[in-house]
């Protein structure tokens, strides 16, 4: 049977991602190194994981309101009035969803029509065009520099602007790059958001993974908090990416659009994780867990990003979420081969940075989130590689 044709378009034109494969082939190899995948080596803190099994306990198993629970609800609302001064009701303006990732496909299906645009600065997490293109919506990327700290600036959005235009989709800190925006660039891009009349979607899942620097939300810009949806959620800062947990917030008729969505898709994100959030956003303990967290991932950043610069990989200093993107065009390899030949010759996994989109080639994303000690021996591994590479190169050149 020619199962193609039942095949929906929105579907025939969303690739397949580009971190898979190499997860796939790392899987059945031994001996691997893995820089690739974007997730925690920590355990959720102990605080957490009591709650969560509490709730187990005490038979709290049933379905949560569309929602979500209304005391996690309101320590989110707290939590982003204490931290940023921006407020919601946690009644009308929080949604608790399953991840950002659910959280950001309603955003898109909820508000973009069928051939609306959506501006995304590159490179950029994986998943934000397709999620722009299974709404039916059309993304479009407009790149980010080194020479910038991959900082978008207001005039290349404003660039991008047509009368098709609907919304632009940041994420900052940056997967892959580990850039923060500055508040200057930020107000470059409320700015443009509202002279065009623009929904903003930030999302904002790696906020407390930030290193010398001021995370800026971006809803608590001036006039920003009336057009902006903000993404958040657990995974990332409090080492929670199996419990599946996510929110967002805005003004009551946005929220009340996707929660719409939201009832028909999904019904609650998971009960027992919404438990185990409330304790995430409200004990002291937790919250000491996630500092110490952070702090490793600041030990770590600082040892890779010397290690890839003394390789010979110019490593601009990411300032948040725990991503290095070194520059491999000194190899004179593309980022498809250095990624495949360091996988197969050094059992080292990065991902080849074109995954994030066009303006990530001639770059690696090099997560720093393992062990200290298997950062160290990468390095090593790949010195050994860059240096073959070279002295390849050198041969060629010679003949």
């Known amino acids: 049977m020619e199962y193609e044709r039942f095949l929906a378009n929105r579907i025939r034109k969303v690739p397949p991602s580009g ?45 949560t309101g569309n929602s979500g629970l209304p005391e996690l609800r309101r320590a989110i609302a707290e939590m982003l009035a204490t931290r940023y001064g921006v407020h919601y009701d946690p009644d009308t303006e929080v949604l608790v969803t399953v991840g950002v990732s659910e959280a950001l496909f309603l955003a898109a299906a ?22 722009v293109a299974m709404a039916e919506g059309v993304p479009v990327y ?30 900052y800190p940056n997967n892959p790059t580990g850039a ?4 200057e660039r930020l107000l470059e891009i409320a700015d443009v958001a509202q002279r065009h009349d623009l929904l903003v979607f930030s999302d904002e899942i790696y ?25 958040g959620g657990f995974s990332k800062d409090y080492a929670m990416t199996g419990w599946r947990l996510g929110y967002a917030c805005g003004p009551a008729p946005l929220i009340a659009a996707m929660r719409k969505m939201h009832q028909y898709l999904i019904m ?21 867990e996630v500092e110490r967290m952070r702090q490793s991932y600041d030990r770590r950043r600082r040892l890779i990003v010397d290690g890839l610069n003394a390789i010979g990989l110019p490593t601009f200093e990411p300032r948040g979420a725990f991503y290095a993107f070194p520059d491999i065009r000194p190899t004179g390899l593309d980022s498809e081969t250095f990624s ?28 720093y989130a393992t062990a200290y000690e298997q950062i160290e021996e990468a390095l090593n591994r790949m010195d050994r590689f860059v240096a073959r590479v070279k002295r390849e190169q050198r041969v060629r050149v010679a003949k």
């Open 19 to 63: 971190i898979r494969r190499f997860f796939d082939i790392l899987n059945d190899m031994p001996d691997v190194i893995s820089l690739g995948i974007g997730e925690p080596d920590f355990v959720t803190p102990r605080p957490i994981i009591e709650a969560g099994i509490a709730a187990l306990q005490a038979g709290k198993t049933a379905y």
């Open 110 to 131: 909820s508000f973009v029509e069928s051939g609306e645009e959506v501006i995304i600065p590159e490179p950029c997490f994986v998943s934000y065009g397709p999620n």
């Open 142 to 171: 407009v790149p980010t520099y080194v020479e910038h700290d991959f900082q978008v600036t207001g005039e290349t959005i404003e660039q991008a602007v047509t009368p098709r235009t609907k919304a632009i989709l940041i994420g």
């Open 180 to 183: 923060v925006m500055t508040r």
């Open 207 to 231: 906020d407390r993974l930030v290193y010398g620097v001021e995370h800026i939300c971006f809803a608590a810009l001036p006039g920003m908090r009336e057009r902006t949806i903000h993404l």
């Open 268 to 288: 609650s994100a998971p009960t027992i994780a919404q438990y185990a959030a409330i304790t995430a956003l409200t004990s002291p303990d937790a919250e000491a």
């Open 340 to 367: 495949m030949r360091l996988l197969q010759e050094e059992h080292v996994a990065v991902i080849p940075g074109n995954a994030f989109g066009a303006s990530g080639e001639g770059f690696v994303r090099c997560a």
